[in-house]
């Protein structure tokens, strides 16, 4: 974490360009251009054994939720793959990618391919070019009184990561959730004018809350019940553990968004889970009142 | 080498929008804007104990030549960054990187930071985005009797790099040649609306200028002796294996193109190394006659 957010701080010193954002943001901007870069790598993002069309499903998914949280309409991608000898893994990756730009309707336009050294494990990094559709949300727009939105299941994500390494038992839709999160590109879209800032969950609710509201010079008032789950994640736990293990998992790839008017025309169900407050920080309350603050608020990459 | 080629065989049949240009060329085309992604891994394409500063300028640069060789103007980069926990080295590659935006003046507009496993390489990817000047030149238009031009000087990196693992002595300026090497960006601007066809050549003269015909749809005739070299190189070596060695080395960025009529206001000086023949393959000649093409004609990153 200290060495990551040293690297960033630096990084920042140098990304002095306003459509940089001061990587603050999900995405740079470029004129009506919205850019995003992910990597993922194997043995922190993804597990050796995963199937790799997954994998290639999640290097798309990831970025384009980025996308979506700007409200940008997906122009193309660039992929850089570094890759091991082993040509079966690689041509079940190429099938998969190719299912995943076909379903998720965006073109491959270019980027590199290399070998890792012997040993090393696969890394690959994607860029997502989208157009934006007039106003492009960042996370520094939320103001004390607006209202905080979830579009998307919070926790599902978790769960099926739990339940894949074997760690848990739970039905394969909660894995799917892990394995096959879709970019909400649409709701994006359509929410993209009528919010004061938005980003996607990709790290948790909690920490991702808390960035939101840090990034506007706010804090934020969250009510963990309020927080939208699946029925099979209900299924397996109800109680308070359960609602901070869901919302402290990360890979949901849901939208959080803050509003100060209600909201029209958004696809799916957006939930209130909570406020924008002057006072700073993270303040979490339940049925039960207030409840403490779990020790890590989401993934944190250390 | 097989690998690679089934893989991006794969990722072919995947990119059909046009802009993709087939994942024949250095570049891909989006509206007007021109978008190359290149990595480089440590033990790969940098050795562990390169300055972290001449890695950052070789990420920069490898990407902005790919768009000299489209006659773009650089907008903007993403970079990826896998990273070890080595803070002095990652401290010095953010120093490094800031000086090598400022002095190829192009912004740091975001991307991502990731630790990689314990004991893995550093992998890097950066995605640069540029504006098209007019035409954009790609690989595939050159025409049997244009002439090959190449600006720049062949086998001065090749030599520099073999300086800096001491196979052998010679003087620091190729071993800069090959740590930081300069994208020919004004040269590749004025040349674009002259050129047939024009890439950069990054891994070796010979294999570049047969992978500009077989795109073309052409041979390439080409002499020995013409490719250009600097003093420097020429001290080191006069004789034809010399010269076969400097025409198969990679990381000399030089740009190599096709014209059909005289060439107007090019900075630097062209100099005429052959001509697009009709005759598929490569043909190598020197004043002593047809030189037996080597064994291997670059460098194949296998």
Request: aromatic share 4%; hydrophobic share 50%.
């Amino acid at each position: 974490m200290t060495l990551e957010t040293d690297f960033i701080s630096g990084l920042r010193a140098i990304a002095t360009d306003p459509g940089a954002r001061g990587l603050m943001d999900d995405a740079a901007m470029l004129g009506d251009l919205v850019l995003t870069h992910d990597m993922i790598v194997e043995g922190v993002h993804f597990l050796p054994d995963d199937a790799p069309a997954d994998v290639a499903w999640k290097l798309l998914a990831v970025n384009l939720s980025d996308l979506a949280a700007k409200g940008a309409v997906p122009l193309g991608v660039l992929m850089g793959a570094g890759l091991t000898r082993d040509a079966a893994w690689n041509a079940a990756f190429v099938e998969g990618l190719s299912a995943a730009v076909a379903e998720l309707r965006v073109p491959l336009l270019g980027g590199d391919t290399v070998k890792m050294p012997h040993g090393a494990p696969r890394a690959f990094g994607l860029t997502a070019i989208g157009r934006a559709m007039g106003t492009v949300p960042s996370r520094i727009g939320a103001r004390p009184g607006d209202t905080l939105y979830v579009l998307g299941n919070i926790g599902d994500a978790g769960l099926g990561l739990r339940i894949a390494r074997g760690d848990m038992a739970g039905p394969d839709e909660l894995v799917q959730a892990y394995r096959r999160p879709v970019p909400m590109l649409a709701a994006g879209q359509a929410l993209a004018g009528q919010v004061t800032a938005m980003m996607d969950v990709s790290d948790g609710l909690l920490i991702d809350a808390l960035r939101l509201a840090e990034a506007s010079g706010a804090g934020v008032s969250i009510g963990l019940d309020a927080a939208p789950r699946s029925p099979a994640a209900v299924a397996l736990g109800l109680d308070r553990a359960a609602r901070l293990r869901a919302a402290t998992a990360g890979d949901d790839y849901a939208l959080l968004f803050a509003a100060a008017l209600p909201l029209a025309g958004v696809p799916g169900k957006a939930v209130r889970i909570g406020q924008v407050v002057r006072q700073p920080g993270l303040h979490l309350h339940d049925a039960a009142g207030e409840v403490p603050l779990p020790e890590t608020l989401g993934w944190l990459h250390s």
